[in-house]
Each structure stands twice: as C-alpha cells, then as structure tokens.
C-alpha cells in the first residue's frame, strides 16, 4: 500500500498548485489520504464536477510521470 500513499502525496501538491481547490493530506490508519471539505452553502453539483475534474487531471499527469509497471510474470 506504500505506493498508493506515495501518489496520494504526489497529487496533493499539483492539485493545490492549480489554486482551483485545497486539498489536505492525514494519515488515516496508518494510510496517506487527501481530504477535501464542502463547507460552502451555495455549493452546487458543477463545483463539485469541476473538482473532481482538477483532481483527475493532475492524477493523469502523475500518472503520465511515472515508471511503468514491471510485467506481471503470471500472464
């Protein structure tokens, strides 16, 4: 599960970076997790859709970065 924490990690800066949301890191059970709060009263579904969105973005570019999965020696 290390490498799940790792790129929990590894999104928390580029996703705040955007200045489009802020997310949190916390260690939940041992796991690196991010969090994000919904506070806001006027919150609507498209700020949530736009959200999600920024987090996917900076996922795929995480993912685009790093090393590719050694091959699975059982297939």
């Known amino acids: 599960m290390r490498d799940a924490?790792?790129?929990s990690q590894d999104l928390l800066h580029p996703i705040n970076a955007t200045g489009d949301l802020l997310l949190s890191g916390a260690d939940v059970d041992g796991r690196y997790v991010l969090r994000m709060f919904l506070l806001?009263?006027?919150?609507?579904?498209?700020?949530l859709d736009q959200a999600l969105a920024v987090v996917h973005a900076a996922a795929?570019?995480?993912r685009s970065r790093a090393p590719p999965l050694p091959a699975d020696p059982s297939r």
Do not use: A, C, G, K
């Not at 806001?40 to 700020?47: A, F, I, K, V």
């Open 5 to 7: 924490d790792n790129t």
């Open 40 to 47: 806001n009263q006027r919150l609507r579904s498209e700020h």
């Open 60 to 62: 795929q570019d995480v």
